[in-house]
């Protein structure tokens, strides 16, 4: 069962990475002005300010920087997920998103710092918005 929140729109920053997702498309943006690659979206380059930034899609591909494992959530949506992890993830590309490792028999032993992973779009129960979680490859 996958029943996560769904983002909230109008959202004129994050749209475009929604409905990449949608698509099946892990979408980041990089600044046309000097180069940042760019996540979270939005407007504005965080580096220089530019607001001219081209949205790119990553092949998903990327390494666990750190994560951690929930035991417990009573939040709707997370409530019967049992022991699930939260993740950061360092896509190939360059950009970093919080995210979880799913696919492991038991998040506090299967999951590990530098294992490389790629990104998978989890459907919901409700809502159109699939999830991007990642799962270890190799
Ligand atoms: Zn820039």
């Known amino acids: 069962m996958a029943n996560r929140p769904q983002p909230q729109f109008p959202e004129p920053n994050t749209e475009a990475y929604w409905e990449g997702v949608k698509e099946g498309e892990l979408r980041y943006q990089q600044c046309n002005s000097c180069g940042e690659i760019v996540f979270y979206p939005r407007q504005h380059c965080p580096a220089c300010l530019s607001d001219d930034l081209a949205w790119k899609a990553s092949k998903g591909d990327g390494t666990v920087y750190t994560f951690s494992v929930i035991r417990q959530n009573r939040m709707p949506g997370f409530a019967e997920l ?54 270890p490859v190799g």
């Open 82 to 135: 049992g022991a699930y992890s939260v993740a950061y993830v360092d896509l190939d590309e360059g950009f970093r998103m919080l995210s979880s490792i799913v696919g492991v028999e038991d998040p506090t032993k299967d999951i590990h710092i530098g294992q490389r992973v790629a990104v998978e779009f989890e459907e919901q129960d409700e809502g159109e918005y699939p999830i991007p979680v990642f799962r």
